[in-house]
């Protein structure tokens, strides 16, 4: 039993069809037939139930697609660990994230970064926008996605991914949250909530005073859940930064466009990396990045 074979048989079920499988393993239609017909050869049972141009799996079917799948997760794990062992300078790609920042584009990259390069190690840390610069000063991480707070820095490689918006997050029950967008104005009688650590807190407040012009009070939060507790139990808001078009669903918390005098209020998001630690693994996953943005 050849594990090709078992990935043909993956994706015919994935796809629930024969044709789409064969584009997607990049071989003809034929050979995706004849090694599943080889595959239930072997096996000595049908794993199909074929009706003219289409097909079902039999009971056999399914049971073996469920346990293939945790063969072959466990397969490609040995063969990565393997893989590491023998890699004697065991290379390891340090990112950093602003702990703002909550997009899918970072993990997506990763994902694809990893499944170019099965033996290189990724660690991740999050961090204010000050932690994650000293972080980068002191060789900690060897490339950031953060938010441009500063002048673009020519001992860095800076590559600009795309502008975010801010909206707020507000408690259903707040009757702002009728609103189609918001003032920054309009909400200064209201506690904004901002999840950062002890550390970066007075750094953070004053981002937010000075350069997007929030107004009133501060609440700090740990972690996002704390922040949305606070946010359900009404304590205040909380400005989040939405790249794209991003679904939002919760029947507790509203997300509403934050304006200033009627124009949206954005962010430029970056990454960057040192240019005396530039190298083909970080550019390449820069290159991922910015193509997932």
């Known amino acids: 039993m050849l594990l090709r074979q078992i990935e043909y048989f993956q994706a015919v079920v994935e796809t629930s069809s024969f044709y789409q499988a064969a584009e997607q393993c990049h071989v003809s239609q034929s050979a995706i037939s004849q090694q599943i017909k080889k595959l239930e050869e072997e096996l000595g049972v049908k794993l199909l139930d074929r009706h003219n141009r289409t097909f079902s799996l039999t009971s056999a079917g399914e049971h073996f697609y469920r346990k293939s799948l945790i063969i072959v997760s466990d397969l490609k794990q040995t063969i990565r660990e393997t ?6 300078n065991h290379t390891v790609l340090r990112i950093g994230y602003y702990k703002g920042y909550h ?46 707070r500063r002048a673009f820095s020519d001992m860095y490689h800076n590559e600009i991914l795309s502008e975010s918006y801010m909206y707020i997050e507000i408690s259903h029950n707040n009757p702002l949250s009728h609103l189609k967008q918001i003032e920054i104005s309009e909400i200064k009688n209201m506690p904004c909530i901002l999840v950062i650590n002890q550390t970066g807190r007075k ?52 997300r509403i466009p934050l304006v200033r005098q009627g124009e949206p209020v954005k962010k430029t998001y970056c990454t960057f990396w040192h240019k005396n630690n530039s190298g083909y693994y970080i550019e390449d996953f820069a290159e991922m990045l910015k193509t997932m943005f």
């Open 203 to 254: 750094e953070e407040q004053q981002y937010y005073e000075d350069i997007i012009g929030i107004k009133g009070d501060f609440l700090f939060a740990d972690s996002m859940q704390e922040a949305r507790l606070k946010i359900i139990t009404g304590q205040g808001y909380m400005p989040v930064d939405v790249i794209g078009v991003q679904d939002w669903f919760d029947s507790t918390i509203e």
């Open 103 to 148: 997009g899918n584009e970072l993990s997506e990259a990763i994902a694809q970064f990893s499944l170019k390069y099965p033996t290189i190690e990724t660690t991740i840390m999050a961090g204010s926008h000050e932690e994650l610069y000293r972080a980068m000063e002191n060789d900690q991480v060897d490339l950031v996605l953060n938010d441009q």
């Open 83 to 88: 893989q590491r062992i023998a890699d004697q």
